[in-house]
């Protein structure tokens, strides 16, 4: 039996494969095994370096089921199968892409009927990453394409990296240099794993959130495959991938199907991220990310959570106390104070809560609610912390005055009053815009100051939340 390695699929049959296999060729040093099984009749060569074997026959691939089997059976068992391909669409763009194979429906392309193939999400998101890096400065674009063709009956993980779209691309020597590069410097890094639901074929959301924040995706079903979508393939499709989430293209999809599919993701116990999310979930551990979802949820249904810079720095220290219950606060703020800081100067404010750590979260309008959620050992602090800064930036809009034994503040404010200057003889016009702005003015020899049109109020801010 010989060594486990990662197995290149290429087909000779396939002139955007050959071009690939060409490539890994030139990329080192390869033995080629020359005593290869003669019952494999469709088998046409094995190269091996210490790392990969490149395994050339000369039928189409989108046909092989169970070759991991035949793999194993004659000798060259493997843990990942890549397979070196064609990406063929009529609209003949420049395009490297990876994806998975399954059929949602039927089985038109090689494979079986409504049955998806074991996918390598952390695989192909490396992939995806190397090709980005490796085209720029071409005129290549880089997607991740649906769950479509075979083969399907498989036990071992693959993934499809290919050139597209025609003879031009299949056989243009970068794209083969930049697919050979691509999977030979894959790396499998662990990150969540998302099914995606939504979108076209090339999955452009999807693809834009794997190569931007740490996420990547096994199974992915287009708009046109939805309808045919039921909560086997579903379940299916998360058990194969080991995902831990699905995420939904929202905007493309029908709001009946989008009901339906989350009744059946929620049926079976996997949270639907929306993109905001999963880009807040970029840098956080995975269980303490949930945790802080699930209570956000509680406090505010249906809004948005924000995890600041502070909290995302000291969330290692989190994560290892997770098993204590209460190691994550819910504080509550007094609502009046947040409104006023917010309207004084809510780009400030928030500026500040990045420097601080907590997680604060937004109603559906924008309105920051007057709970958030810090660790628990810096929830006293925290929340002092917030109320100075609060108070700091009220000071710098109002005359302030803060009685800490009462815990209360005042803001002083003084309004231009149309009805002041009304009574004092001045028509509506250029002067109210002067006094309201404190300026002093003349009105039929008569010296208005801005004091005798203005209203002076004084407003109380409690500090507790009531």
Not at 45 to 54: A, F, K, L, M, V
Not at 207 to 219: A, D, K, P, Q
Request: overall charge negative.
């Amino acid at each position: 039996m010989n060594a486990k390695k990662i197995n290149i699929l290429c087909s000779t049959l396939d002139r955007a494969s050959l071009n690939i296999r060409e490539h890994l060729l030139l990329s080192g040093e390869w033995k080629n095994i020359e005593d290869i099984p003669r019952s494999w009749t469709d088998l046409v060569c094995i190269h091996e370096n210490n790392g990969y074997r490149i395994i050339e026959i000369d039928q189409h691939h989108i046909y092989q089921d169970r070759i991991d089997e035949k793999m194993k059976r004659y000798g060259f068992d493997t843990d990942l199968i890549i397979v070196a391909s064609k990406h063929k669409s009529n609209d003949g763009r420049s395009v490297l892409t990876a994806h998975f194979t399954g059929n949602v429906k039927s089985a038109d392309f090689g494979g079986r009927p409504c049955e998806l193939s074991v996918p390598a999400p952390c695989t192909m998101r490396s992939i995806l990453k190397n090709m980005q890096r490796l085209a720029q400065g071409t005129d290549y674009e880089v997607n991740m394409e649906a769950t479509h063709h075979g083969p399907t009956d498989m036990r071992t993980p693959m993934v499809y990296a290919e050139i597209g779209s025609g003879e031009e691309q299949w056989s243009n020597p970068d794209a083969g240099w930049i697919v050979a590069k691509a999977i030979l410097e894959a790396r499998g890094e662990q990150t969540p794993i998302a099914i995606g639901f939504g979108g076209g074929h090339y999955a452009s959301r999807q693809t834009r959130l794997l190569l931007e924040e740490n996420i990547t995706f096994g199974h992915n079903f287009p708009d046109y495959q939805l309808v045919d979508i039921d909560k086997d393939l579903v379940k299916q499709s998360f058990e194969k991938s080991g995902a831990d989430l699905a995420y939904f293209d929202r905007k493309s999809m029908p709001s009946a199907e989008r009901e339906r599919l989350h009744e059946m993701i929620r049926e079976l116990g996997y949270p639907v991220l929306r993109e905001g999310e999963i880009r807040e979930s970029t840098g956080m551990e995975w269980d303490l990310f949930l945790t802080i979802k699930k209570k956000a949820e509680q406090l505010c249904a249906g809004g948005r959570f924000r995890i600041t810079e502070k909290f995302r720095k000291i969330s290692g220290g989190i994560k290892e106390n997770m098993q204590e219950e209460n190691s994550l606060n819910d504080i509550k703020l007094s609502r009046e104070l947040l409104h006023e800081t917010c309207v004084a100067d809510r780009e400030n404010f928030l500026g500040t809560l990045e420097g601080l750590p907590v997680v604060y979260l937004e109603k559906e309008n924008g309105t920051i609610l007057d709970h958030m959620l810090i660790p628990a050992e810096h929830a006293k602090i925290t929340m002092q912390d917030i109320t100075n800064e609060c108070i700091k930036i009220l000071k710098e809009h109002y005359e302030v005055k803060y009685v800490p034994q009462e815990n209360l503040l005042y803001l002083v404010t003084e309004r231009f009053s149309p009805k002041m200057a009304k009574e004092m003889g001045i028509d509506p016009g250029p002067l109210y815009g002067k006094l309201a702005n404190m300026e002093t003015v003349t009105v039929d020899g008569r010296t208005i100051g801005p004091e005798m049109v203005h209203v002076r109020k004084i407003k109380e801010i409690p500090l507790i939340n009531h």
